[in-house]
């Protein structure tokens, strides 16, 4: 019941949405569920906003101008981390944000199982 995350490169040449096209271009991997796991430990605090929205069974979309928002709330959750596993897959989810936020051709997926 982990959620892993996919850098998408977005191409979308006109308007049409029958014309996008995704590509990923990286991927951090959960193993060990440790993402979801602390997500559910911060759970309806009504301080995170977008790790609320994460579903270990479905797909949340974030969009380059939501990463900032969405980093900052990987710090908070950084504070509930047990493990070395815990502060891996929060630091890769971390680095696939920061390079979202750099480049708007981008989107992140954090698929669940």
């Known amino acids: 019941m982990g959620v892993d995350a996919v850098l998408m490169q977005v191409e979308q ?10 590509t990923p271009a990286a991927v951090a991997l959960d193993h060990s569920d440790s993402f ?3 997500v559910d ?15 270990p ?6 969009t380059s101008a939501e990463m900032p928002q969405f980093i900052e709330e990987l710090a908070r959750l950084r504070a509930f981390a047990v493990t070395a596993e815990d502060v891996r897959v929060i ?15 981008l989107e992140l997926h954090l698929d669940g199982d």
């Open 13 to 22: 040449p006109g308007s049409s949405p029958k014309s996008r096209r995704l």
């Open 36 to 38: 979801v796991r602390l």
């Open 41 to 55: 430990q911060i759970r309806g605090r009504s301080v995170n906003p977008m790790l609320e929205r994460i579903d």
């Open 57 to 62: 069974y479905g797909s949340v979309i974030l």
């Open 91 to 105: 630091r890769e989810f971390e680095d696939l944000a920061r390079e979202c936020v750099a480049n708007p051709a």
